[in-house]
């Protein structure tokens, strides 16, 4: 190589590096990366047209200028690789993840245990046949009251304490008092057979302790039909026992007395050496299905109603039923 050609071509060769170095370090953008690399690295960019040129040299100049420009492209395109990388991750939208950071457990809400304890009830009626519906938690008198046989004067009304809404065009409006009323309203609308479960809120105006709240829930029950006695009653109680609390858990029948069933018993399961009561039942009485318009000499039929707080006690060895609705996270996070 002659001395001249060196030099001019040895400078060719940095020169172009320097240019190409310093331009895609004010390449701000991707726009603007995209067009340094058209602009040096691109089928009619500066570095090929310096390669192309290789021919116009000496053999001997050829080779050592064709090392040192396929040496610059070697590095050329690897600051470009690392600008692109970088200016990719920096195009993340302001407020978006930060992927660094360690990840977080999100916090998820779940079902509240008296949702959880009434979907798993509902469901073992569901099972046996029973169809889930649900009704007003603000119900007239007639239905939680008077089609149930407890009429005006009747002392039974004492036995549910009473919330009643003021009204400036009704006085016979009320908080119900249980999910009862909803047997009425379903064989007004309904022809046997029946089979349904009735979920819902029930308010009682009565003082609080370890097993009453002033609003808790009840599940009902009806069954309507030709033919349905209490063996059938007992059997879908037991039944329903056996699903929810295992083979071995003992229950206990007893009479017990509703003005809507004739005859009536309620249910109890062992529990710290005693029983807890979780729910009255019975065979509907005959003037409840004549008040719906039932022929009672064609018809029978089982109700029942129960409180899936208590039942959630005893599953889950809960002490107090206040504990359900005092909204303390670290009660309601363990289920
Ligand atoms: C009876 C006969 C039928 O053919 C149909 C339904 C019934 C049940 C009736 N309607 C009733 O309300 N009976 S009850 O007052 O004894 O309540 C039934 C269940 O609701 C109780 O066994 C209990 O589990 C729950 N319960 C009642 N009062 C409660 C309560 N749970 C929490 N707090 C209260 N204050």
Redesign the pocket.
């Known amino acids: 190589m002659t001395e001249t050609q060196d030099t001019q071509t040895s400078e060719s060769v940095e020169e172009l590096k320097s240019a190409a170095v310093a331009a895609l370090n004010s390449a701000d953008s991707s726009e603007k990366l995209e067009a340094w690399r058209v602009e040096f690295m691109g089928r009619k960019g500066r570095l090929t047209s310096l390669l192309r040129g290789l021919g116009s040299f000496a053999i001997e100049d050829r080779k050592i200028v064709g090392a040192a420009a396929n040496r610059l492209r070697g590095e050329l395109e690897s600051l470009y690789e690392d600008r692109e990388s970088d200016s990719k991750s920096s195009q993340a939208p302001v407020g978006s993840i930060d992927i660094t950071l360690p990840g977080r457990k999100p916090a998820l809400g779940g079902l509240h245990p008296s949702t959880q304890m009434i979907r798993e009830i509902t469901q073992a009626f569901n099972e046996m046949g029973f169809q889930t519906i649900e009704g007003p938690e603000v119900e007239l008198e007639k239905y939680n009251f008077d089609m ?1 046989n407890i009429p005006a004067d009747h002392p039974a009304r004492d ?2 304490d009473t919330i009643w809404v003021d009204s400036d065009t009704h006085d016979d409006v009320l908080l119900r ?4 009323p909803m ?1 009425a309203r379903v064989m007004e609308e309904n022809d046997p057979p029946i089979r349904v479960v009735v979920p819902g809120k ?1 308010y ?1 105006y ?1 003082s ?1 302790d370890a ?8 599940v ?3 069954a309507v039909d030709e033919g349905i006695t209490l063996a059938d009653l007992k059997g879908t109680l037991y039944e329903f026992a056996r699903r929810v609390f295992g083979a071995n858990r003992k229950v206990r029948f007893r009479c ?1 007395y ?1 003005p ?2 004739e005859p ?4 109890s399961i062992d529990w710290n050496g005693g029983w ?10 005959p003037k409840v299905l004549e008040n719906a318009g039932y022929d009672s000499s064609k018809y029978t039929g ?10 959630s006690m005893l599953r889950n060895e809960i002490t107090d ?1 206040r504990h359900f609705f005092s909204n303390d996270l670290r009660f309601l996070t363990q289920f």
């Not at 807890?276 to 009485?285: Q, S, T, W």
């Not at 089982?302 to 039942?311: L, S």
Request: proline share 2%; charged share 15%.
């Open positions: 149930l036995q549910w008092t249980h999910t009862s047997q029930c009682r009565e609080t097993t009453h709240e002033w609003h808790f829930n009840q009902e029950g009806l017990d509703f809507f069933v009536g018993v309620d249910m807890m009561e979780i729910m009255g039942a019975g065979m509907v009485h089982f109700a029942f109603g129960m409180g899936p707080e208590r039942i039923i």
